[in-house]
């Protein structure tokens, strides 16, 4: 629920900080893309917290390999994402990469959701919330885009 969170409070306040204040934030894709990079803050950050990151390799399925560096390169690249999200002229290029790995991490959810993982000590989101989620999280980030 917190990248939930993160990308609608973070666009709603960005997105009024640009109509009260902030010339460079009065439009939608800036402030969308601004929700969507503290959304994957919030989400690539948790990558490198030891006991996170044992949680997030259980999630990788079992027919990939080396499940600590994959979740290494999947914060790596989630938090340069971020990044790329806030710098103008990086940002479309920056919301697509993030688009397709969202795409690339999917099987990962399946997989924890259907094995009964959890996240810090809570059920995985259901596969079928889940699957809602990944969807409106991609189309964002395909919005943010173009």
């Given at each position: 629920?917190?990248?939930?969170?993160?990308?609608?409070?973070?666009?709603?306040?960005?997105r009024?900080?640009?109509?009260?204040a902030?010339d460079?934030l009065?439009?939608?894709?800036p402030?969308?893309?601004?929700?969507?990079?503290l959304?994957?803050?919030?989400?690539?950050?948790?990558?490198?917290?030891?006991s996170?990151?044992?949680e997030f390799?259980?999630?990788?399925?079992?027919?990939?390999?080396?499940?600590?560096?994959?979740?290494?390169?999947?914060?790596?690249?989630?938090?340069?994402?971020?990044?790329?999200?806030?710098?103008?002229?990086?940002?479309?290029?920056?919301?697509?990469?993030?688009?397709?790995?969202?795409?690339?991490?999917?099987?990962?959810?399946?997989?924890?959701?259907?094995?009964?993982?959890?996240?810090?000590?809570?059920?995985?989101?259901?596969l079928?919330a889940?699957?809602a989620?990944?969807?409106?999280?991609?189309?964002?980030?395909?919005?943010?885009?173009?």
């Amino acid at each position: 629920m917190a990248p939930l969170i993160a990308l609608v409070g973070g666009f709603a306040v960005l997105r009024l900080l640009g109509l009260f204040a902030v010339d460079g934030l009065d439009a939608w894709q800036p402030a969308l893309r601004g929700g969507l990079a503290l959304m994957f803050a919030t989400t690539g950050v948790p990558h490198f917290i030891p006991s996170w990151r044992r949680e997030f390799a259980a999630m990788v399925p079992p027919a990939f390999p080396r499940p600590a560096l994959l979740v290494t390169l999947t914060g790596v690249l989630e938090l340069a994402g971020a990044g790329g999200l806030v710098v103008p002229p990086l940002a479309p290029f920056a919301a697509g990469g993030l688009a397709l790995l969202m795409l690339a991490m999917f099987p990962a959810n399946v997989s924890a959701a259907r094995r009964g993982l959890t996240l810090a000590g809570k059920p995985v989101t259901p596969l079928p919330a889940r699957t809602a989620l990944q969807a409106l999280f991609v189309a964002a980030a395909v919005a943010a885009a173009v």
